[in-house]
């Protein structure tokens, strides 16, 4: 089944999009800084959501892990 039709794959994309942007910025901040409007601002603002949010973002992580290893 598709990511967009299934809750627990949606929010599993959305978790690796965070911090994979969040990643990215750390290592090339000139890549993603760029682009801060437009289509592309999206990777911008997931890499913001990493950086400032991210106690909750590694607790998600770790919660979304821990469901999909034993949950299925």
Known sequence: MSAIFNFQSLLTVILLLIC???YIRALAP???DKNKTGF???FW???RIG???SPYVACCC?????TIL???
Do not use: V
């Open 51 to 53: 950086e400032r949010k």
């Open 45 to 47: 603002k997931c890499a």
């Open 62 to 66: 770790i919660i979304m892990a821990f």
């Open 30 to 32: 000139n890549l993603l």
């Open 70 to 72: 034993f949950s299925e």
């Open 20 to 22: 994979t942007c969040a």
């Open 40 to 42: 592309l601002g999206i």
